[in-house]
């Protein structure tokens, strides 16, 4: 059974760091990439990051190029993202997700058959 458990969500103010964590289990990471998407109220849900497993290679949408950063560590299967100078318009629900998706297929929800809970990320002064 594929469980993907995400933490580390929270109230953050604008210009600060969260750091959110996906643990992952029941499936065999080395034939997977691991995607970060996230929805706001009244929003459809859209691609942060992704991270392909293997060889580590990464892809961000570009409202977030600079400030987060994806990252895995094979030894805890976890995928982290580092959110670095925070804006109100980062303030979402954040979902980590699975799938074995192709570099071309990477920012589509589609190609993710699993997913996390989802954790909060609230960026307010």
């Known amino acids: 059974q594929v469980q993907l458990v995400e933490s580390g969500g929270g109230l953050a103010q604008p210009g600060g760091s969260v750091r959110l964590s996906c643990l992952a289990s029941g499936l065999s990471l080395m034939s997977y990439t691991m995607g970060w998407f996230r929805q706001a109220p009244g929003k459809e849900r859209e691609f942060v990051a992704a991270i392909r497993w293997s060889d580590g290679s990464t892809t961000y949408t570009d409202s977030v190029k600079g400030r987060f950063t994806i990252s895995r560590d094979r030894a805890k299967n976890t995928v982290y993202l580092q959110m670095n100078s925070l804006k109100a318009e980062d303030t979402a629900v954040y979902y980590c997700?699975?799938?074995?998706?192709?570099?071309?297929?990477?920012?589509?929800?589609?190609?993710?058959?699993?997913w996390g809970q989802g954790t909060q990320v609230t960026v307010s002064s």
């Open positions: 997700a699975a799938g074995r998706a192709i570099l071309s297929t990477r920012s589509q929800a589609s190609a993710y058959p699993n």
